[in-house]
């Protein structure tokens, strides 16, 4: 379906061009005069060159939108505050500046940005065609694409500053975790923060204290049977979710008490706080624990310890020995009957919005700092770890 500009610019084509003829060809449309086969041949190659011009001119001044995207674009998120006035106002901003960066990329398009009551709304919604972009977890996105196969594909990830043990000496994100592992055991680290460089997810890690580094390099992760590791509580991604699944991958499980070390048990105790975890561990209440990465650096929590103990340092006093796989942060997704350049362009917009002071305000609802470009096989492990809680799914 062609849009208005491309009609009126055919028919003002049209009327140019018979005038453009009868000029030409010194006709009269009130006349009767005959034209040669010759010049009747020259005049459908005229007519044909002016159509294709037309349509063509037609098309771009309408616009990048394609004929399957939507007229108006329904954006839904469920935010991880409460809702206010103020709140829904800034949501109202943000549509004005998303139809905004949208026009620039060629896409005359109104959005509608609405809140869902739930994220299993915003995925009902996706699915069924009535919402086309929506903010989701990364275990949710897990199980969208696993529910509804083809339906949902990732645009964006949030992003968090990296830790400097992160970054190698060019300024590159590592991938490799045996590196991460080293650089965040070696002399003189203190988890410092990298602002300028964003990363997509973080880990969970494996924290023993300084004296048992060696028992554990020498046996490995098996190290942990029968031993008692501090968790947060079940429900927490990088201090218990995740590291069940690491367990699970080396033939291991977590189990409340009595465990059997022959059996790969691990006994887990429910700490609150994982700065409190690392303290158990310093206080040799546990024998290891896990915490998201670095939760060692907590501004304030290690006082009390740092005073009682003077002259050593946390970081010197334990030991990193395993990372789980990434946990990546929320995403922004679309459903994939939008065009690919709707959705490129739908990337761009969030990237650049957020980029600016008022967008960052607006997006803070959700925490978000900044955006990466996501790729669906980013979340392989997601939905292996989804299979893995969900086991009858």
């Excluded at 949902?152 to 991460?180: H, M």
């Excluded at 650089?183 to 880990?203: H, M, Q």
């Excluded at 991604?237 to 059996?263: C, K, Q």
């Amino acid at each position: 379906m062609f849009c208005q500009c491309a009609f009126f610019l055919f028919f003002f084509c049209k009327f140019t061009l018979t005038s453009f003829i009868c000029n030409t060809y010194n006709l009269n449309v009130w006349t009767e005069k005959s034209i040669t086969k010759k010049e009747e041949r020259q005049l459908k190659k005229i007519l044909g060159m002016f159509l294709i011009l037309a349509l063509s001119f037609g098309l771009f001044a309408c616009g990048g939108n394609n004929e399957g995207d939507p007229e108006t674009l329904i954006i839904q998120f469920v935010p991880s505050t409460d809702i206010n006035s103020e709140k829904l106002t800034q949501i109202k901003n943000l549509e004005t500046m998303l139809e905004t960066e949208l026009a620039a990329a060629g896409y005359t398009i109104n959005v509608n940005i609405s809140v869902g009551t739930s994220y299993a709304s915003v995925i009902e919604a996706m699915a069924s065609g009535q919402v086309h972009v929506g903010f989701l977890t990364a275990q949710q996105y897990a199980y969208t694409t696993l529910e509804y196969p083809d339906e949902v594909v990732v645009l964006l990830t949030s992003v968090r500053d990296a830790y400097q043990a992160q970054i190698d000496t060019e300024g590159n994100i590592i991938e490799d975790k045996a590196t991460i592992i080293a650089n965040a055991n070696a002399d003189g680290y203190d988890g410092s923060l990298n602002t300028s460089v964003k990363v997509s997810s973080y880990y969970s890690m494996l924290l023993v204290r300084a004296e048992d580094y060696a028992a554990y390099q020498a046996a490995g992760i098996s190290w942990l049977a029968g031993k008692n590791v501090g968790t947060q509580a079940t429900t927490s991604g990088s201090g218990y979710v995740y590291p069940s699944y690491l367990l699970y991958e080396n033939n291991m499980s977590f189990v409340a008490s009595d465990p059997i070390a022959a059996n790969g048990e691990v006994q887990y105790t429910t700490i609150s706080g994982h700065q409190a975890a690392v303290l158990a561990l310093l206080n040799d209440e546990v024998d290891a624990v896990f915490t998201y990465f670095d939760a060692r650096t907590r501004a304030g929590s290690f006082d009390a310890w740092q005073e009682a103990n003077p002259g050593l340092n946390l970081f010197e006093e334990t030991r990193v020995v395993a990372l789980t796989n990434g946990i990546y942060n929320d995403t922004i997704s679309a459903v994939t009957s939008l065009s690919d350049g709707l959705r490129a362009a739908i990337q761009d917009a969030f990237i650049n919005i957020i980029a600016t002071e008022d967008g960052a305000a607006i997006l803070q609802i959700y925490n978000h700092t900044g955006y990466l470009k996501a790729v669906d096989s980013d979340y392989d492990g997601e939905r292996s770890l989804y299979q893995f809680l969900n086991p009858e799914e």
